[in-house]
């Protein structure tokens, strides 16, 4: 098959024949380019069509290599999406989680110590009675379980978890429920009983808690029964 430029011209259209296209294959792989006729002016002619694919070639390997490259970073996330991922990496980093975990378990023991400081102190207001009378005549203190009559200069607690109980001056006390409770600094128990009245003293020469019911006020001397019913308003 004879090479023309007509049928060069053709091939770089792409408009040979399958056995055109096989034939300028051949020729253009061969060491002799000429073409048929052999004249110099169609052997540049050749040339020049060569030299024109050559560039085509090219600049498609280029435009080949520019597309690549483009569908690469188009695979590369966007900003916030590499900042969610660095984000994500400290996340996961041992050493943050390892820190995130000692401030947590701080915070909780602040906490707790927080807590274990309000517990026993709130418990202890809740279990503890104080009441003290130093101007009035007679003090009255009324509690879920007890009440208190106080005289002038007279003061009372009891630890209602221990039980202690301790008396400065004249009180009258009058349990709402039967109760068990300790002289303080004798460390002797004292049964009271529910509905009754006890008149309560300190003895000045051995300081032990002196106690009368009201039933039992009756054996008193009379000057001392006197001075119990005017100092309380007993009838």
């Known amino acids: 098959m004879k090479i023309t430029k007509e049928l060069l011209e053709r091939y770089e259209l792409g408009q040979c024949t399958e056995q055109e296209a096989t034939a300028v294959s051949l020729w253009l792989d061969s060491t002799s380019l000429s073409l048929d006729g052999d004249d110099e002016q169609e052997a540049d002619i050749a040339e020049d069509i060569i030299e024109d694919l050559l560039i085509e070639q090219e600049m498609w390997q280029h435009i080949s290599a520019y597309m690549q490259e483009s569908a690469a970073k188009s695979n590369i996330p966007e900003r916030s999406e590499n900042s969610n991922a660095v984000k994500l990496a400290k996340n996961n980093d041992p050493t943050v989680k390892f820190a995130a975990l000692i401030a947590i378990a701080a915070s909780l023991l602040i906490i707790l110590g927080m807590g274990w400081w309000f517990y026993p102190t709130t418990a202890s207001k809740e279990h503890l009675f104080n009441a003290s009378n130093s101007d009035k005549a007679v003090m009255l203190w009324k509690e879920d379980s007890f009440e208190f009559t106080l005289s002038k200069n007279s003061s009372a ?79």
């Open 157 to 235: 607690s009891i630890n209602l978890q221990s039980g202690n109980m301790a008396i400065s001056g004249d009180v009258l006390f009058s349990p709402k429920k039967d109760i068990k409770l300790y002289d303080k600094h004798n460390n002797t128990s004292l049964d009271f009983r529910q509905g009754e009245v006890y008149f309560i003293s300190t003895d000045p020469d051995t300081s032990e808690l002196v106690v009368y019911s009201k039933s039992q006020l009756e054996y008193l001397p009379p000057i001392l029964r006197k001075h119990i019913r005017k100092q309380f308003h007993l009838t």
